[in-house]
Structure formats: structure tokens, C-alpha cells
């Protein structure tokens, strides 16, 4: 049988990195039995940025909904317009950064749910 949630049951969460938010959409936090696949949408405001990371255990895809920002990687840096697609692999460091006026919003995949997320700090 399908499940339709409405925008306010799914859990909202605030990071406490920045003013970035995230909507569950397929979590442990949302009944839906998925466990191959987890899902969120984020949202970057302006002026947002994330920290530089990776994930050791899954692919990590982004879809560009609104607006645009930038994707860093350890060489890269590059610009994403809603409808485009990028996908980083397992170990690839990365971040965001939203350097425009609008927010910046996008629905992140991981596949399979990652069981690990290594934060880069400056002395590493």
C-alpha cells in the first residue's frame, strides 16, 4: 500500500554546523522499511557552507531542486543548477557551499545508508 506523508510529519532537523536544514524523507525516522537506500532533501540558505567530509561505505547522489551552489571535492569545485545530478563515491571528500542570494536546495541519496561519516578537520 502507498504511504503519503505530508511535508510536516516527516522530521525536520537543523544543523547545528550552520543554518542549513534537512527533511527526512527516507530514514529510520520514517516508517517506510527502506533499507538499501536512505533520503533526504537539503536545504543551504544563503551564505551556508558544510564541513568537508566523506562517507566510507556508499555512493552519494545530489539532485539539484532550486536555486544553485557549489560542490567541493579534494580537486573541484563546481557550480549545480537545478535538474542536474551529481554523484560522488565512497571516500570522496566533499562539501557545500551556497554562495548566491537564493537557497539552495537538493535531494541527497546514499546508497546503501552509510555507516560511516569521517569529518576533516584542519589538521588532518
Known amino acids: 500500500m502507498a504511504k503519503v506523508f505530508s511535508k510536516e510529519e516527516l522530521p ?3 544543523s547545528t ?3 542549513r536544514d534537512r527533511l527526512d524523507l527516507i530514514t529510520e525516522h520514517v516508517p517506510v522499511g527502506a533499507k538499501r537506500l536512505r533520503a533526504d532533501r537539503i536545504r543551504y540558505h544563503p551564505g551556508d557552507t558544510s564541513a568537508r567530509h566523506y562517507h566510507v561505505d556508499c555512493v552519494h547522489l545530489f539532485w539539484v531542486l532550486e536555486g544553485h551552489g557549489l560542490l ?5 569545485s563546481i557550480r549545480l543548477s537545478p535538474g542536474e ?3 560522488i563515491g565512497p571516500g570522496e571528500v566533499h ?3 551556497n554562495d548566491t542570494e537564493e537557497d539552495f536546495v537538493f535531494i541527497e541519496l ?3 545508508p552509510p555507516k560511516e561519516t569521517i569529518w576533516i578537520t584542519d589538521d588532518q
Open 12 to 14: 525536520h532537523w537543523v
Open 17 to 19: 554546523r550552520d543554518t
Open 72 to 76: 567541493h571535492t579534494g580537486t573541484d
Open 85 to 87: 545530478v551529481a554523484i
Open 95 to 97: 562539501w557545500f557551499e
Open 110 to 112: 546514499w546508497i546503501p
